[in-house]
Each structure stands twice: as C-alpha cells, then as structure tokens.
C-alpha cells in the first residue's frame, strides 16, 4: 500500500472518530439537558425542593430564577404547607422597663449568617429614639406597637428603611359608658397590619357586668363598636376583674381574670363569652399564670407556674375540654441556673410565651433564659444588667410572615434556567 493511502486511511479514521465524539458530547448535552428539564419544569418536583429551603428569605431568594419558580414558592397552598413546616423564627426579643428609654434589642444566638443584616437591623432601629422616652405595648409579625410621648405608633425595625406610622388618639369619650370603670388594652392586628391599623380595647365592668368596646384604626380613621354586657361572678363590690394580660388569636382575644374565669371576645361579632378555668389547674395556688394562643384555631394555652412545677394547659372551644400538654419540674428549670459555687437563683417568672405554649422565657433572678418546653432544656439568652431596671416583659420579634414575593419577574417562563432579574 503506498504511504499517500495510509495517510489518507488514518486521517478519514480520525475525522471518524471526532465525529463519532461530538456525536456523543451532544448526545450527552441533550440528555443532561433533558434531564433537568425534567426537573425543574415539573412543578410537585420542583416545590418538594422548595419546602425544604428552611427560610422565609431563601424562598424569596429562589423565586427569583424565573417565573415558573415564582409562581410555585408564592402559591397559597405551598405557602401554607411551607408554613406548618417552617414557622417563621423568632429573632430575638425586646426587653423594656421603666428606666430605659427605649427598648433594647436581644438576639438569639444560632441563627444563620443569612440573618444577620435582619438582626442588625432590629438592634439599631431605636438607636437615633434613644433621647425619645419610649414604652412598648405589643410585637407581632415583624412590627411593634410603641408609645412615644402618650402617642401609639407602630415600627417595622426589619424593612428598611424604617417604617414608622404615628396614631391620632382615640374618640374614647365619645364612644364610652361613663358609668362602667374601664381598663384598656392596645394590640396590634394578628399579621401585624400594614404599618397603618391597629386595635384599642376598653372593657368596662361596674358590679357583676361587663361590656367590651373595641376600636380598630384603619388609614387614620376610627371605627368602633361596643358588646352587650355580660354577669361576672364574684361580690358585687370587685376590684379590677380584669388582669392587664391577654393574647390576641385567630379573630379572637382572651383575657385573664381574677375570679378563675378567662373572657373571649370575637372580634367580628363582638361576641363575650366566658371559660371556666378547670378545677385541676389549681390556679390559687400559682405563682404566675400566662397566656398564649393555641396550634388550632378553636384553641388557646394557659402557661402555669406553681411552686413545684410549671404547667401547659390547652383549652378547646368547641369542645369545652381542658387538655394537660406538657409539665416540667421547677427543679429541671433551677437546675440551669445553679453557679459553680452551687447556689441556685432564688426567684422565677415568666416573661412571655412562644410557640403556642412549646417556649417559654423565665427570668431567674439576673438572668433570662428560653425554655424549650417540649425538650425540656434551657438556654441562657441574656444578662440582666443593672441599667435594665425590673424587667417584667419580654416581645419576641419574629421574621415577617408572608415573605414579599417580587411583583414582577423577566425572562422565559417556560425556562427553568435561565435567571431573571426583578425589574
């Protein structure tokens, strides 16, 4: 064979072979591309790897691939499973007191890094009130209700830039029965509003009667209705019934009274009615009692300090039945606070509830810790210092629920690869 024929022979082979590659290079593009094409355009797939982003912002995050991704991690029903999955985390606290003039941020430690503009955010937000004398009333969903100079206004420490909105006082004397004794109450909306609504209540009681008036602000103007009245028990002369503590859940307030009964009030309708708090609760013989709201709708937790054991009551309102969810020993909870010395604290109280009833923040003498109720385990989350003053409330800050989805997204929607940007 001549050598011009072997040469040929070796250069047709390896064109053959290059061919017979890029064939399978693009075999395999296509494949791969089918593949995750497969993957990301099959929308139970794709949320399957959305619910278990572990984070409000990281679902934000996501949705900004492309529309297809957007129109799954918004969809109410994914949000709602999401939810149930992920509750939003509670950030830290507020701590407030007569002698600081104005809250102070404390956060929680073993949060992600992704959280930590969030946490900065809310630790500086009452920087530039700090000549401002301030007092906080409720927290809810990201915003707190706060009283500056006998005015209510509402902040939203997490969105920048800071949000405030100031309230014109309320038409009480208009509205009010000057023959009962009123004791007032101010919460926020249950999603914590739009930065611009929240509520008043005035309940009023003179003998064995009671009537509830509430006043809900909406874009600066007042609207407000009052109950019928309903009988209380106890002596016709009676102090204050009402205990200034409550929980304000699914349309629904409850009220602590002093005469071992709670006050429900349906917000829409207006309705009062009244639970009798169950003889095994044992309530003359707590320390503290506090109230939460419950995992289900038709439900609310009664938190209950008593000299040997803290206690979790679940009440049902539709059934009528009182449920013991949890106990912990007031040893295990003493225990955390036991020094190297081995001295103990002396004094115990609770400082709010969380998490229908499953956390608990207790203040054990100088110190404040979280209490998983569930697991039983205590952490120490902060230091009381004497420039604090008597703390006797905490307000949990939680993330923002529901996340803020872009409004509008660029790009193919059919693509789930192509990334797009928020106009």
Not at 28 to 35: E, K, L, M, P, V
Not at 108 to 125: D, F, K, T, Y
Request: charged share 20%; aromatic share 8%.
């Amino acid at each position: 064979m001549a050598v011009g024929e072997l040469g040929n022979g070796a250069a047709s082979e390896g064109m053959a072979r290059l061919s017979l590659s890029a064939t399978v290079t693009a075999m395999a593009a296509t494949a791969t591309a089918t593949a995750t094409s497969s993957v990301f355009d099959n929308d139970d797939l794709l949320r399957e790897i959305l619910v278990r982003v572990a984070l409000p912002h990281c679902l934000v995050r996501a949705s900004l691939v492309c529309k297809s991704w957007l129109r799954n991690a918004s969809d109410l029903v994914f949000l709602r499973r999401f939810r149930s999955l992920h509750p939003p985390p509670t950030l830290g606290f507020y701590i407030d007191s007569s002698v600081l003039s104005c809250p102070r941020f404390v956060a929680l430690q073993g949060h992600p890094p992704e959280l930590g503009v969030l946490l900065g955010r809310a630790s500086r937000h009452f920087d530039a009130w700090s000549d401002v004398p301030l007092s906080m009333w409720d927290s809810r969903n990201g915003r707190v209700l706060v009283e500056i100079y006998g005015k209510l206004a509402v902040h939203s420490p997490l969105l920048p830039p800071a949000d405030i909105s100031v309230y014109p006082q309320t038409p009480l004397k208009v509205w009010l029965d000057r023959s009962f004794t009123y004791n007032l109450h101010e919460f926020l909306p249950e999603d914590g509003g739009n930065g611009r609504e929240y509520y008043r209540l005035a309940l009023g009681y003179k003998c064995k009667c009671m009537i509830a008036y509430l006043f809900h602000l909406v874009d600066g103007i007042w609207v407000g209705r009052a109950s019928d009245t309903i009988s209380l028990p106890g002596p016709d002369e009676q102090a204050e019934p009402v205990i200034p503590l409550g929980v304000h859940a699914f349309g629904k307030l409850f009220l602590l009274t002093n005469f071992s009964i709670i006050i429900v009030l349906d917000c829409k309708t207006l309705e009062l009615t009244k639970v009798n708090i169950t003889d095994e609760i044992e309530l003359e013989d707590c320390d503290e009692v506090d109230l939460c709201e419950g995992k289900l709708e038709d439900e609310f937790t009664l938190v209950c300090l008593h000299p040997t054991k803290l206690q979790v009551w679940t009440h049902n309102l539709s059934q009528i039945t009182w449920t013991l969810s949890h106990s912990v020993a007031r040893d295990d909870i003493l225990q955390a606070s036991v020094t190297e010395a081995g001295e103990s604290c002396a004094h115990v109280s609770i400082l709010g509830i969380a998490n229908a009833g499953k956390s608990a923040f207790l203040k054990l003498d100088d110190s404040i810790f979280l209490l998983d109720i569930v697991a039983k385990n205590m952490t120490k989350v902060y230091e009381i210092c004497p420039e604090d003053g008597d703390i006797e409330r905490i307000y949990p800050l939680l993330m923002i629920w529901p996340p803020k989805f872009p409004a509008h997204l660029t790009g193919n929607e059919n693509s789930g690869r192509k990334m797009c940007t928020e106009d």
